[in-house]
């Protein structure tokens, strides 16, 4: 039985998740971020501040971490990832899960496997994915520092029943019965369901000889487009590329958009395949 502490419990990602743990007969912390309190096992408090918090008093073996503060700067994320280091060092921890995205891996990358470098520019990524690379970049950077396994867990898009957004970031509504797809019909969207994502978690979480990287998605050949019509019988209206590519660069030279302008626009109608045998042959739950 290990003791597992889930960071980010609350995330939509997370849901669910405690609950196998304890089937497979594991103890399970969570913690979120806000007020410094303690509800039988689930712990909040400031997230940048995880390793001074008096309540987390457990030895814990294995932390998952799902939290990324969306709405914080480089800085304030890199912040929390230098505190769960010193946490991880402080109580005992032998493997850091870290709950990475297909997001951290570059846009013009035209296959990516479990080796594929994350991207180092990363000021070319869309919001969310500056964040995630940037979180990815220091623990990486950090990985021969610590005692304790680092591990990449890169998911596509996540489904469930209960998403709370289906189609954040693929289509926008213009009515109830018109969408806009934010790309075309070839843009690829690789996804995986979220009880997929738990099982393997539940695998990796007390799995010999790790991988350092796990590659989780589902299926071949995914797009934005076939996703969408999958779960809305709206009419959907792709994006035309060849001019939305021909204005970003107009636009750069008149100076109106920087190379991050750019790499946005052609980063909504990328194409990538994946191939992810090496997860697959290591995890049950994707075989």
Known sequence: ???????????????????????????????????????GNVVTGPVSEIDKNPLLTEDINVVINFILLQNGTVEENEDYFNALLRFSSTHGVKRLIQISSISSYPNDAPLITEDTPTEKNVKLKGAYGIIKAAADNLLERKRNKVDFDIIFVRPGYIIAADHPHPFAGIAKFVTSKLAILIGDKKATLPCVRREVLHRCLAEIAVQENPLQVYLLVEGKGGTKYSYFRTLSNAVVIP?????????????KVLHIFNQRHVGMVKGAFKVNRFDNSKTRNKLKSLQ
């Open 239 to 251: 994006l035309p590329k060849c001019l939305f590519f021909i204005a970003s660069d107009v636009l």
């Open 1 to 39: 039985m290990a003791t597992i502490l889930i960071c980010g419990h609350r995330a939509y990602a997370a849901r669910g998740l405690k609950q196998l743990f304890v089937e497979n007969g594991h103890n399970v912390v969570e913690f979120s971020r806000g007020d410094v309190m303690r509800d």
